[in-house]
């Protein structure tokens, strides 16, 4: 029997719940096991940007983990995964991971990714950024680590903040060749208007 893929999924304390949520929901639909570990600082985010509970994004993951729990399977580079997403990461949570002075389970795991090799993405979500903010960035992608802003694509034209949030997460799973069709696709069949309007964006 083969093993099915492992991700680990982290929520940490920004603004933009919604994407970790969407990214467990539409995971369920792929053939992956999913650990979770929701900061503190993120559960408190979530009673504010609800409605959802923490209980209910919990019940979404394969395994779930309390943010420290030191101890959790995911704190050791021993088990083996194909990487982790952190959505949204915080700029603290961020910062812990750069300089491997980590305070939770999150951050630990995400410290064992990129120690391990393993990719990790940072689903970095914090406007406007000081130079110290870009400069920890700049470490973290000389480590490895993916640095993915959510930054809507308007050429895909979406009608609603579900889609929005949906082309995000779907880009973002097409760094670890995982496609769950939320995504829309650039081919030559989509007609000139959409290039021409990728174009415009582009300039």
Known sequence: MVDLPRLVVGISGASGIAYGVRLLSVLRQAPVETYLVISKAAE????????????????????????????????????????????????????????????????????????ERRRLVLMVRETPLHTGHLRTMTTLSEMGAVIY??????????????????HTIGRVLDLYDIDVGVVRRWTDDEGGSVRRQDAIERR
């Not at 030191?70 to 580079?77: E, F, T």
């Not at 802003?149 to 949906?166: I, K, S």
């Open 44 to 115: 408190i985010a979530m009673a504010h940007e609800g409605p959802v509970k923490v209980a209910d994004v919990r019940s979404l993951a394969d395994r779930w983990y309390k943010a420290d729990d030191i101890g959790a399977a995911i704190s050791s580079g021993s088990f083996r995964t194909n990487g982790m997403i952190v959505a949204p990461c915080s700029i603290r949570s961020m910062s812990e991971i750069a300089t491997g002075v980590t305070s939770s389970l999150l951050t630990r795991a995400a410290d064992v990714v990129l120690k």
């Open 149 to 166: 802003p959510p930054v809507p694509a308007f050429y895909a034209r979406p009608q609603t903040l579900e889609d929005m949030v949906d």
